[in-house]
């Protein structure tokens, strides 16, 4: 049985050859310090220029985070559905749950997960590319959900990466047929890295397609999203992201909103328009700042309600310059009692043209600016019957999603 490491070296490597050691982690009485290597210190790249800004000494997390881990890291662990498999990979290999660390759980994460942050030693993947049946995968992912055994589990397991969320996920390498396979990160063949959503327990009907059709209007709307498709099979529809930490071979450093502020998903008193500032300070661009506003009024106006922390992220240039990442898990959510997860000026269910105007004046965006950006994204949604109806929706479910804009 093995033991519980005692500390975890940390690299940025986008890409094999041009990795860098960042510096490593340890338990400290349980819980987790960092410390920057002195190399890193000498030519530092800002990879959580907020909180997390290079510097020597033990530096530690939020206590909110989760296992206390400073944001960046935080970032790199799977939320629910990836946790759920990592216990059970740990049990069937005779570990007790409670002797698994936060160092354990980041070596399963290994070289496999989101954005361009690697973890060592790491645990061994699959050395090459196999196909995958995406309707077994769902099935066995369904009966894990439930608590069953699965025949599947290394499958689910190398496919789960660090991708967050409750919803059971799939990191894999997707072609122009919509042929999967693992992501070996090889761009070969024709495949390119993918995140493809399997079923829920708890999905309304026509959860694939209602994302996918959000997905349109939004790029009707003027957002940056990336590509997209909805994959068919036998049985089911899954809804299918190109993922974009990667290109062409090379990892990008990704940062969502939670990791850059050291904040939980669950704090939901973050305002708009203050991360909206922010985010100009930090990429210094009009563009990205008007971008983050058009997806605020997207979010109020079609009730993509889910719109906490580590639902929106940005993404690290070689330079170490910062960009808003495209626009992901947009669709239709009511909300915990018809809240949003972050509040727009100060309000987060009874929202009006004139809190976001007011946001959107805390972020420096012209009154003029952001009702043009709200006609923008109402004449999108204008397209909603259309494409919901291109896409195989239920006129009831798209009747429902209709008139609660209302």
């Known amino acids: ?174 072609d122009a047929h919509d042929q999967l396979r693992t992501d070996d990160g090889s761009f070969q063949d024709g495949f390119t890295p993918w995140i493809v959503k399997l079923r829920y327990t708890q999905d309304g009907p026509d959860a694939a397609a209602v994302e996918f059709a959000y997905h349109q209007l939004a790029r009707h709307a003027g957002i940056r999203v990336p590509a997209a498709r909805l994959l068919t099979t036998p049985s089911d529809r899954f809804f299918a992201v190109e993922r974009f930490d990667r290109s062409a071979g090379t990892r990008i450093h990704m940062l969502s909103l939670s990791g850059l502020l050291d904040l939980p998903q669950s704090y939901f008193a973050a305002e708009y328009g203050e991360v909206g500032r922010l985010i100009a300070s930090l990429c210094e661009s009009y563009a990205e700042t008007t971008e983050f506003a058009r997806r605020m009024v997207f979010s109020v106006l079609a009730h993509n309600r889910d719109d906490h922390l580590k639902n929106t992220a940005l993404l690290m240039n070689a330079d170490g310059t910062w960009r808003l990442a495209p626009a992901y898990d947009l669709t239709f959510m009511r909300g915990p009692g018809g809240e949003h997860s972050m509040l727009v000026a100060g309000e987060g269910r009874h929202l009006t043209h004139a809190h976001l105007l007011r946001a959107g004046e805390t972020m420096g965006l012209e009154p003029a600016v952001m009702r043009r950006i709200i006609d923008e994204v109402r004449t999108a949604l204008g397209h909603w019957t259309e494409i919901a109806d291109a896409v195989g929706i239920l006129s009831a479910r798209r009747d429902e999603i209709r008139h609660a804009w209302q």
């Open 1 to 174: 049985m093995s033991r519980s490491r005692d500390t975890l070296e940390v690299r940025y490597t986008p890409s094999g050859p041009s990795s860098r050691r960042v510096g490593w982690l340890a338990l400290d009485r349980g819980r987790p310090v960092f410390e920057f290597a002195e190399d890193w210190l000498t030519t530092p790249l800002p990879l959580s220029p907020v909180k997390f800004v290079p510097r020597r000494g033990l530096l530690s997390g939020d206590p909110r985070m989760p296992y206390g881990l400073p944001g960046v890291f935080a970032d790199s662990l799977p939320d629910a559905w990836g946790e759920r498999l990592a216990d059970r990979y740990f049990l069937s290999r005779g570990r007790a749950l409670d002797d698994v660390s936060v160092l354990d759980r980041l070596t399963l994460v290994g070289t496999s997960g989101m954005g361009a942050l690697t973890y060592h030693p790491s645990e061994e993947r699959t050395a090459h590319p196999a196909p995958l049946d995406l309707d077994a995968l769902n099935h066995e992912a369904t009966r894990v959900l439930q608590g069953s055994a699965s025949d599947l589990l290394p499958q689910l397991i190398e496919t789960a990466g660090s991708s967050g969320g409750a919803r059971p996920k799939l990191l894999v390498s997707l």
